[in-house]
């Protein structure tokens, strides 16, 4: 797995290059989309999270599997991800050193997500 791979995004107006490792969520706002990086970096793109979900696939190669989405609007890195509460519909996504960001998702993609990440810690 390529850690540097940069995702590139394109208008007509703008141009964003942004290492994959480096993007911790983005959420949907209607026909945008928000990114949220490491770095504290907020970007809007003028394209919804579904054009989104597949520019991401079609730039990461197949076993880079560390996009998922979770949802109708939010897609997290999964390597970010260090606390899950269903009941709740609170998710931590943080680094555990520089970044901490709470986001919330639905009961059951939050359950889905918690029993995925159970199996896969199962199989290590």
Known sequence: ??????????TST?????P?????????????????????GNYTLTQQLGHIERHIAGVLQRD???????GKSLIVNRDFITFINPQRQKMILSDCRSFRHEVSASKEALKALKELLDKEAQNE
């Open 1 to 10: 797995m390529l850690m540097n791979r940069r995702i590139v995004f394109t």
């Open 14 to 18: 703008e141009l964003l290059r942004i």
């Open 20 to 40: 994959a490792d480096t993007v911790v969520y983005i959420t949907a706002d209607g026909n945008y989309s928000a990114i949220t990086l490491a770095d504290g």
């Open 64 to 70: 880079d599997n560390r996009f998922i989405r979770i």
